[in-house]
């Protein structure tokens, strides 16, 4: 059993920070891909930014110049560093992981529970 979770989600001003992160645990065997998606109300789920085991990174056109991925492989976690939001960042923020479980035969799509990001004066 895998699971992803979520935290750092909040109500934040317009040109102000978060930091999300998600930690993945259970019994993996290696973890290939990390990354955030988001979703606003009435929207299709988004790439957000996304890091390799490999530390090949993708972002969003959206937030480029804005948000910075990075993972620490050591503690299975992913960070989403967020700076200069704006109301068009207000979303509910996924982690997803491309995970190998132990005994498992390839990699799984796994996604966490979301945190919400809102950004409003």
């Known amino acids: 059993q895998v699971q992803l979770v979520e935290s750092g989600g909040d109500l934040v001003q317009p040109g102000g920070s978060l930091r999300l992160s998600c930690v993945a645990s259970?019994?993996?065997?290696?973890?290939?891909?990390m990354g955030w998606y988001r979703q606003a109300p009435g929207k299709q789920r988004e790439l957000v930014a996304a890091?390799?085991?490999?530390?090949?990174?993708n972002y969003g056109d959206s937030v480029k110049g804005r948000f910075t991925i990075s993972r620490d492989n050591a503690k299975n976690t992913v960070y989403l560093q967020m700076n200069n939001l704006q109301p068009e960042d207000t979303a509910v923020y996924y982690c997803?992981?491309?995970?190998?479980?132990?005994?498992?035969?390839?990699?799984?799509?796994?996604w966490g529970q979301g945190t919400q990001v809102t950004v409003d004066s």
């Open positions: 890091i390799s085991s490999a530390e090949y990174i």
């Open positions: 259970g019994t993996i065997f290696s973890i290939y891909s």
């Open positions: 997803h992981g491309d995970i190998v479980a132990s005994g498992g035969q390839g990699s799984l799509d796994y």
